[in-house]
């Protein structure tokens, strides 16, 4: 059993014990612990089941790396699935469950995939798909969606905070062990600004554990040194709980911060995603243990020896009382001795080499620890737990030679230095045969802008993984950092470490050697998707040589772990498989990020309220005391409609139209883009702009444009307003104010980057408010003033500055509506009380707001165009009958050349009609007008489509607008449209303007 | 003028450094060749201020001047003052090819001011807000979270923030979410 030890557990605080549950258990454990190791001391070995064949799982490793025990996490808001106990810190009132399993974890039904393993090969996936037809959707899909996935999905809203940060640095440095810890010291001593980060809470990483001494001292005494010299230095910030995540082009790299995790109730953000520039970049970010490939290696209980040496040396609690240790390297010995100086039991040391070791063997064997060389395990015993293993020669084919009782295996098959961050951005790797492992290849690395590498790896994360060439490589990667971020390297002596001479590894791909195919299909490589031996050399057999492809369909290293322990051993298994050697097969593509990040993170602060910018008029807080129902325009909320207490949508549109007709209405019309275009060549510039003459356009008028892209589609119109004779105003559509100002300046600034002209965007400057409806002047001129805004004082197409009553204002004689109407702009901060002011004068005419629907509608029963409706991109002036607004006289303007185009001048093009329907009814939107026949395709022929349709109050009939083949030439005829039901609506074609076509109202 | 009223009209949060509303502003956008002798002229004439070095902000008995891109300054003064600097300004440049307009109403300003003003801002633009990276004076046009907005350091260590009147609901709602308790970075 595993279980808490009298001794031991240097990160614990044994003075403070916490409470916590797993699957509803109460269990404690104390300060310092993370879940996995006080689930450990509870003798919860098994955590979890796998994916696919839903087998018993134990925790395996003690960090990052870890593959099986994967819990749901905390409940209602903060709930969150897939969370890896060994990197976990346990805080009191934790809440966990184990996840992929039904109904509980002792007894789970979907555990019959396991005998069923025959059944789901290695691409069972793609397999199902293709055969037979029916099979995939009626029955491998059903029975799929059903065992898959790995966590719960959360249910409610997320309770807590992310937030970025940004920051700019001289050197960032990955890891916070010896490797780490000695770099920032020589970078930090070189003067360059460095930020030191660390995945977990604890500086050093596994340095105490393993021993060593440096500089005549303890390992754990010299960390304890460097980090109060590096606490001391200012221009070091030292960071834990926080993970390089992702190293980018231009030195920009991702830091992971867990603030609160660990401190669930405290205030403050629960992540906060750090978002680095910096110039140099050192990855010491150590190694990972490999597990051995055996039958059974899977089994609870079965653990990386460097996690069982961890939880003993760190947590003090025992994995099992009796512990088999199967290596094919010195290191693991290291666990023997932990373990036997703990008082537990290894009842032998399995070294898969023939010949002995270095002075840890001699160590183990002084001790008293039985090792038998040339050595493994032919398979282990035992179903949720080890009881025991049976041993067999590494060379032979497994026939085992004697079988011994145990309850833990700790199983080392060499290192890998953690790769990840220097290949992120594209630094090669090299095989290096000795250690049997992949390092950075320092000729290499990721390039910055300049050609030259940014990335520098350090420590164990560049090969070397005995304590004393790792010191002395991370005091030269910190010094190089350093230079290449244009410091003078420091002159610090580097430290010095104790040698203690290892023997080589042996690469151990398979054990034993000759495994056959009944040990092979029970030994995993990838233990969260289920991946074995059997599944790789499979795919190698069915043709999927690259192991790019053998990954996507054996999902080897597919999982949350991105493969972290299996990616190696994969390879290597596909290399053997293929006779290849293993450089030659190559590694898959090391990405970001290092290990899953919160959602929380990358949202930052962008949720409720700040999601997204929502642009707010002057007048919008009258808009919600009103209750209006509200649409989105870009990022502004227009008023559709201002329903009153228990009034349709449609009955406040009829009836804020009807006003307005009858007597006045008011709009917000703020929103409109309002570019102040100037300069001595500002008239050239305008006419190039729109499609109309506008340099012709005399002080104090107004004309309506357009604009067209250089492809000659519309793209925004507007009324021009001439302000002086080197100053024009442009009105734009709202959601074309920062677009079309943009586009103006992208001329400006290269294409006609010698025209005298300059723009500035004022859209905010000014509230604009529409008085509109036949009261409309009698409402302006109560509130007095000296503007005259008669008939003769302010024609049609003028505008006028002057006061009216108390306001600073600027009156634009336009009209969307075909009534008598008046666009007032006011300084946006007296932008309210003018409005409160015009609702005051206009009570006696019953004056009322309206909406967006009702100036759409308006607009339509006038026959005016809407870019976005009688436009789509698509769509030229030409194809609206807007020809009378395309300037002949000009030379040249945006998009003529493209409208002389054959394609643009066809006269098939579908040209713009009214359309009244003969029922009465309104068409539908989107709806087309059906021609006889079908196409190709068998669809049915069409010969228009409708562009806008509404019912109009002012006809209290259906009238729509739309594109039809021929149609100015089609005057009343009638057309189908179709319906969504399948049945068709009669149209008669007609004149789009439907409301006083002579502009007499407007005229006023 | 006197309806007139900004953005929050004085809104204010206090978290681990205090963000406030400062209510309304004088604001003039100038565009021109800022290296000619009409526009430097101009300038000092208006506001008393030189034209500034890149990214800084200079000082003038009647504005201060920020530089926005290499033809844009924008010029900060007393909310009454802006049509005055305006005039002032277009006769000083006595038909030189500029533009100069009053923007005072498009905008809104919020101050923040405490030990940790600088991180407030440094989580959400992408800004070096350390001691050595922005000093007072210093003046970026960047962005805050998702919308446009510029801001400098003022000698005593707080900083101003210009953003777009329509959206300063949203600047105020980030820079609360940036400056709550507990979330101090303890970077800068």
Redesign the interface.
Known sequence: MSTRLANGGRLLNKGKQLHFTFNGKQMTGFEGDTLASALLANDQMMMGRSFKYHRPRGVVASGAEEPNALVNLGTGGKFEPNQRATTTELFDGLTSTSQNHWPSLEFDVGAINNYMTRFFPAGFYYKTFMFPAFAWKHVFEPIVRQSAGLGQVPKDRDAD?Y??????VDVVIVGGGIAGLQAARAAGASGA?VLLMEQTPHWGGRAPVDGGEVNGKPVADHIADLVAELEAMDNV?MRTRMMGAGVYDHGYVLGYERV?DHTPM????RH?LW?I?TKQIVTATGAIERPLSFAGNDIPGVMLASAVRDYVVDYGVSSGDRTVVVTNNDDAYRTAIALKNAGLEVPVILDARAMGGGALVDEARAMGIRVENGKGIAKVKGGKRVTGVAICMQAGEGAAVEEIACDAVAMSGGWSPVVHLWSHCGGKLIWDEDQAHFRPDAGRAPTNQDGVGFVIPAGSANGPLDLAAVAADAHEAGKAAAKAAGLKATRKAAPKAGEEPEQAMEPVWMMPQGAGPELRIKSWLDYQNDVKVSDVRLAAQEGYESVEHTKRYTTLGMATDQGKLSNINGLATLAGQLNAPIPAVGTTTFRPPYTPISMGSIA???RD??F???????IHQYHEDQKAFFEPVG??RRPYCFPKAGESHADAVKREINQTRASVGLLDASTLGKI?V???DAGKFVDMLYTNMMSNLKPGKCRYGLMCSENGFLSDDGVVARIDEETFLCHTTTGGAERIHGWMEDWLQCEWWDW?V???N?????AQIAVVGPNARKVIEKLGGDMDVSKEGLAFMEWKDGKIG???ARAYRISFSGELSYEIAV????G???WDALMEAGAEFNIMPYGTEALHVMRAEKGFIMIGDETDGTIIPQDLGLNWAISKKKEDFLGKRAQLRDHMTDPNRWKLVGLKTVDGSVIPDGSYAIADGDNANGQRNTQGRVTSTYYSPTLDCGIAMGLVHNGPDRMGEVIEFNKVDGSTVKAEICDPVFYDEDGEKQNV | ???????LEKTSFEGFAKVSETG?RGMI?L??DLSSKPVKDAVIASTGAEVPDVRRMSRGSIGDVAWMSP?ELLIVCDYRAANEVVTTLLAALDGA???A???????AVFRIEGDGAR?VL?????????T??FQPDDFRRTRI???AAAFWMNSDDSFEVVC???????VF??LK??A??????G?L
Not at chain 1, 163 to 168: G, I, K, L, S
Not at chain 1, 612 to 618: D, H, K, N
Not at chain 2, 101 to 107: Q, Y
Not at chain 2, 122 to 130: E, G, I, R, T
């Open positions: 905070t937030e970025h940060f940004y920051a700019y600004k910030t609160n405290n205030a403050g953000p906060r978002r520039r930052g602060e962008a309220e700040v997204q910018p929502l642009r707010r008029t002057p990022q502004w102040i100037k300069g001595t005298k300059f723009t500035a004022v859209t905010e400057q000014f108390d306001f600073d300084p946006a901060s007296q309210r009380a003018f | 003028m006197s309806n007139a009223v900004s953005a309304l956008t565009r021109g033809d090819h500029a533009l307009v009053n923007v005072s109403d498009a905008r991180e440094a989580k959400v633009a992408p800004v070096d807000l350390s050595e990276g979270a998702q919308v777009f009147r329509s959206v300063a609901q949203y709602d980030v979410v940036s709550q308790e507990g979330g101090e970075v970077f």
